[in-house]
């Protein structure tokens, strides 16, 4: 039931981002009167085919990509006969560069305004939620110790860009090509140096920066061992038999030393310090529910949403940006982490959650976006490149070249389509 509801959440993000970019090359030719032979959500012959007006709209069989075939423009089918014959007036090709450029970017646009349309929905129901890094602590991982940063560290900066999101912490870490980072470790502040040599490991290293846990009373369990122990909600447990801890993550380690048995807990009530009997259960747990990290909310009217989902879709193109300038740099081993439909299949939820989804719809229209102004023959940004190359100079390039240009894209598209399913195989077997 999980891989169908996975299945179903792929296939109806994929269809909606396709429709909606190819909607775009066609709203734009439709306007300057273009003719549009076909409209094809996935490829292959179709299985569901309907005429209306100019245009054959249909669903292939093979549930990958679409098209838009425009009469008159060299494409993914490679039809070169259209080309021997005499340009016609609704021809893509007889069209002056201008025309042609909005066609080519029609794509693009629909999927960054998409993306905005569906961040405004998110902000206007569901608002932001996040755990501020303003008085946030980390637990860091192995890789995360290794480079420097210790359990209770606040990080107050990277280089000079102060982080608001502290899930985001890895992230901009990997992103922003840190120099350096400002803790406040105890009292205090202190600068460590960040080896670049780590970014590979960082880029597939699963939650560098946990969140470090006060070890601070809320509630005491029900069924636990120490329903009648003197805690109180806010009191904050300082050590355990003379250990000390600071955070649930140290607080673990001491108590699997204690399990089974009567120990003492040094406990700070107010400006009280006391000491009292903890029972540790068989698990290394004493049954307490500690206090969480107060979660920043921000809400939105109708109208704030609107101004909020711009700077949504801003920040998921910049840092999608950041991602793809890293992509291109072998040494930081971010080409592993390309993925295909299947490392998509795996982001959705188990279960149907529509914040979830839409959030991922977004951000997979916003990827879809720039990949496609990518300069790369065969994707919307080689022909806009060649467009705008005319434009700037008043020669158009021969069909004979840009259809060499096509079959070149089309060959970098395989290797890249390989070079993610390579991963996503690599990671299953890993």
């Known amino acids: 039931m999980v891989a169908l509801i996975k299945t179903l959440q792929v296939?109806?993000?994929l269809s909606l981002l396709?429709?909606?970019?190819?909607?775009?090359?066609?709203?734009?030719?439709?306007?300057?009167?273009?003719?549009?032979?076909?409209?094809?959500?996935?490829?292959?012959?179709?299985?569901?085919?309907?005429?209306?007006?100019?245009?054959?709209?249909?669903?292939?069989?093979?549930?990958?990509?679409?098209?838009?075939?425009?009469a008159g423009m060299i494409d993914e089918s490679m039809d070169l006969e259209q080309l021997k014959k005499d340009?016609?007036?609704?021809?893509?090709?007889?069209?002056?560069?201008?025309?042609?450029?909005?066609?080519?970017?029609?794509?693009?646009?629909?999927?960054?305004?998409?993306?905005?349309?569906?961040?405004c929905i998110i902000?206007?129901?569901?608002?932001?939620?996040?755990?501020?890094?303003?008085?946030?602590?980390?637990?860091?991982?192995?890789?995360?110790?290794?480079?420097?940063?210790?359990?209770?560290?606040?990080?107050?900066?990277?280089?000079d860009y102060e982080p608001e999101n502290f899930s985001m912490l890895q992230a901009d870490l990997a992103r922003r090509d840190v120099r350096n980072a400002r803790l406040l470790r105890d009292a205090d502040t202190l600068d460590l140096y960040i080896d670049h040599s780590y970014i590979p490991e960082v880029l597939n290293s699963p939650t560098m920066f946990d969140l470090a846990v006060p070890f601070v009373v809320d509630s005491?369990?029900?069924?636990?061992?120490?329903?009648?122990?003197?805690?109180?909600?806010?009191?904050?447990?300082?050590?355990?038999?003379?250990?000390?801890?600071?955070?649930?993550?140290?607080?673990?380690?001491?108590?699997?030393?204690?399990r089974g048995r009567e120990v003492d807990a040094t406990v700070l009530r107010g400006c009280d310090t006391l000491s009292l009997p903890v029972m540790v259960d068989s698990l290394g747990q004493v049954g307490?529910?500690?206090?969480?990290?107060?979660?920043?909310?921000?809400?939105?009217?109708?109208?704030?949403a609107i101004p909020a989902g711009f700077r949504l879709t801003w920040e998921t193109i910049s840092g999608y940006v950041k991602d793809l300038k890293m992509l291109v740099r072998p040494s930081t081993g971010a080409y592993k982490s390309v993925g295909s439909f299947i490392a998509?299949?795996?982001?959705?939820?188990?279960?149907?959650?529509?914040?979830?989804?839409?959030?991922?719809?977004?951000?997979?229209?916003?990827?879809?976006?720039?990949?496609?102004?990518?300069?790369?023959?065969?994707?919307?940004?080689?022909?806009?490149?060649?467009?705008?190359?005319?434009?700037?100079?008043?020669?158009?390039?021969?069909?004979?070249?840009?259809?060499?240009?096509?079959?070149?894209?089309?060959?970098?598209?395989?290797a890249l389509m390989v070079l993610a399913f390579g991963n996503d195989i690599a990671r299953i077997i890993r």
Request: proline share 5%.
């Open 11 to 13: 296939i109806l993000a």
């Open 18 to 70: 396709i429709i909606v970019h190819e909607f775009g090359h066609f709203m734009w030719a439709r306007i300057f009167g273009i003719r549009v032979e076909k409209f094809y959500l996935f490829f292959g012959k179709a299985l569901v085919k309907w005429k209306w007006g100019e245009t054959e709209f249909g669903i292939g069989w093979i549930p990958f990509g679409g098209y838009c075939k425009i």
């Open 87 to 119: 340009p016609e007036p609704w021809e893509f090709r007889s069209k002056p560069a201008w025309q042609r450029l909005l066609v080519m970017a029609g794509g693009v646009l629909n999927n960054f305004l998409f993306a905005i349309i569906i961040y």
């Open 123 to 159: 902000a206007g129901i569901w608002g932001e939620a996040f755990i501020s890094n303003r008085d946030a602590r980390i637990a860091p991982n192995e890789l995360a110790q290794e480079m420097g940063f210790r359990l209770g560290d606040h990080i107050i900066a990277f280089d």
């Open 220 to 258: 005491m369990r029900a069924d636990g061992p120490n329903g009648a122990s003197g805690l109180l909600r806010g009191d904050r447990v300082l050590a355990f038999d003379g250990q000390p801890v600071s955070f649930i993550q140290d607080a673990r380690t001491v108590l699997a030393g204690c």
């Open 288 to 304: 307490v529910f500690l206090v969480m990290p107060e979660i920043e909310r921000r809400q939105y009217t109708a109208l704030e």
């Open 344 to 414: 998509i299949g795996q982001v959705f939820p188990e279960v149907w959650d529509w914040y979830r989804f839409l959030s991922i719809l977004a951000l997979l229209s916003v990827m879809l976006g720039i990949m496609n102004l990518l300069p790369i023959p065969a994707l919307d940004g080689g022909h806009i490149l060649f467009t705008l190359f005319e434009m700037i100079t008043g020669r158009k390039p021969s069909d004979r070249f840009l259809a060499v240009m096509q079959v070149i894209g089309m060959i970098l598209l395989l």
